[in-house]
């Protein structure tokens, strides 16, 4: 079959967790490394989608905006899991593009709530792959490169973000985690040069591209939504 022939399935359709490491605002004007995380927030199944899928504009939002992201995908259960055996934890990694819609995120900000802003159908690109049981040393190699209309906006690997993945583990796995789960790490966690990288503005009819040569490529155009 064509690519054009078929409709592609995100590779996990219905984690029980599924979340973006984030910022408040402080931490990202500051830029200073943490020793704890601070914030995360929830990509809901049912936004997901993945490549050739549209991104899908929300009619309550005039500003979106897209982060690349790195998601490891958890292939062991696990609860309070120290440090030193997060890795154990870990079955692969795939990408992800977080969708915001900006204006109602920051409404939301107000009352420390990332739902609605988050959280709305093709929001969560999600794919094309798995890059199943890499190496530790391979995975915080792997370099991730966000494009709008063919021009690179961000480009982040594990190795630059400010938490690692050790971190990440041992704080979430407070609520549980199970094998299909993913926590994500983005672009805006990443520092490129001494600054951390922002969200990538979006407009109606743009092209948006997220490419890892280990794992592949999500390609997406953002459309009207129906009814105008």
């Known amino acids: 079959y064509a690519v054009t022939e078929v409709k592609i399935l995100p590779p996990l359709l219905d984690p029980e967790k599924s979340f973006v490491i984030g910022f408040s605002d402080k931490a990202r004007t500051e830029a200073l490394p943490k020793a704890e995380i601070p914030t995360g927030y929830y990509k809901l199944p ?125 704080r979430w796995s407070i609520l549980g985690i199970k094998a299909g789960d993913w926590l994500a790490i983005g672009a805006s966690m990443a520092m490129a040069g001494d600054r951390l990288q922002n969200p990538v503005p979006l407009k109606i009819g743009s092209t948006i591209r997220c490419s890892s040569t280990a794992i592949g490529e999500l390609s997406h155009q953002v459309v009207v939504a129906a009814g105008g």
């Open 46 to 170: 049912q936004t997901f989608v993945s490549s050739g899928a549209p991104i899908v504009w929300p009619k309550f939002s005039e500003e979106i905006d897209a982060d690349a992201c790195l998601a490891i995908v958890i292939g062991k259960p696990g609860r309070r899991i120290p440090l030193e055996r997060a890795w154990d934890h870990v079955a692969g990694a795939t990408l992800i593009i977080d969708i915001t819609a900006r204006d109602i995120n920051k409404r939301e900000g107000l009352t420390t709530n990332n739902l609605l802003g988050k959280n709305f159908p093709s929001s969560t690109c999600i794919g094309p792959a798995l890059l199943l049981q890499p190496a530790r040393e391979e995975l915080e190699r792997i370099e991730v490169e966000l494009s709008l209309d063919g021009a690179v906006k961000q480009k982040f690997a594990l190795r630059d973000c400010v938490f690692a993945v050790e971190q990440i583990i041992a």
